[in-house]
């Protein structure tokens, strides 16, 4: 169990190392580079809401990434059909094609590793992941709203 952890936590160390050298070697923030990749990985346009909801970041600092990423021409702006006041995010894959060449590589040998295992094997990885996700959006949420996250109340075992 142990040894899963681990695993788990030296992954995500390496990930932030790779967004870091991949940012830098396309000449982008790595706040930047992360959004380009949010972006690219959804179908669907995503509201500014969204974007900073899923990188953790203020409405202000949403506003000036958008305003960074879209005079770089790497996103496009249209209007929300299900909110007049909003805006949905695009991005624009033809530009942002160079800056995740590396980011689609890695994502290319993912999937060959994906494929090794069989589907019953996957389920247990993907429970685990979604699982270890919740966790951990249920304590940012509580150390947002600044209160104490006492491991019974994240874990559900309260």
Do not use: W
Request: with cysteine; hydrophobic share 40%.
């Amino acid at each position: 169990m142990r040894r899963v952890g681990k695993a788990l936590l030296r992954l995500m160390q390496q990930i932030e190392v790779v967004y870091e050298h991949s940012a830098q070697s396309s000449e982008m923030h790595s706040t930047d580079f992360r959004a380009v990749c949010l972006l690219g990985e959804y179908e669907a346009p995503m509201s500014p809401t969204e974007i900073g909801h899923a990188l953790g970041l203020t409405s202000g600092a949403v506003t000036a990434l958008l305003l960074r990423l879209e005079t770089a021409g790497l996103i496009s702006r249209q209007p929300n059909p299900k909110d007049r006041r909003g805006v949905l995010i695009s991005l624009d894959k033809e530009a942002a094609a160079q800056s995740l060449q590396d980011y689609t590589a890695l994502h290319a040998h993912y999937t060959q590793i994906t494929d090794e295992f069989t589907a019953a094997e996957l389920e247990v990885v993907a429970r685990y992941l979604e699982n270890i996700r919740r966790v951990t959006t249920e304590h940012l949420a509580l150390s947002e709203a600044g209160r104490d996250t006492p491991r019974d109340t994240i874990a559900g075992l309260g």
